[in-house]
């Protein structure tokens, strides 16, 4: 059974899936869901405001953090509803894993 697991990465899709040996294949929503762009976009929305946190310059690269405490609270509260839609539209064959950092 493969597993999809939510990880935050700087510039990476938020939801990768591993395999049955539990090597990374791919950082994108299952074939069976690929036409969701609703969920799609949920996903790649969060990852911009995610992205949005880091400073990357030719010479300085460092996570400047949220600009205030209720984007923060926002941006992990979507992150909950999105997984939770992941969660609800999982396809079979396929585990819905969070790793512990990723979703406060």
């Given amino acids: 059974m493969k597993t999809m697991k939510i990880q935050l990465e ?3 899709y938020p939801v990768w899936i591993y395999d ?4 990374a294949e791919d950082t994108a929503l299952p074939p069976e869901l690929a036409n969701d762009h ?5 996903f790649r929305s969060l990852q911009d405001r995610f992205d949005a946190t ?10 400047k953090g949220f600009a205030s405490p209720e984007e923060e609270a926002a941006f992990w509260s979507d992150l909950k509803a999105a997984a939770a839609e992941l969660a609800e539209k999982c396809p079979e064959g396929y585990t819905l894993e969070e790793a512990p950092s ?3």
């Fill in 102 to 104: 990723s979703i406060q």
């Fill in 38 to 42: 609703a969920l799609d976009e949920r």
């Fill in 20 to 23: 049955d040996e539990g090597l």
């Fill in 54 to 63: 880091y400073v990357d310059t030719a010479t300085e690269f460092y996570n």
């Fill in 10 to 12: 700087y510039k990476c």
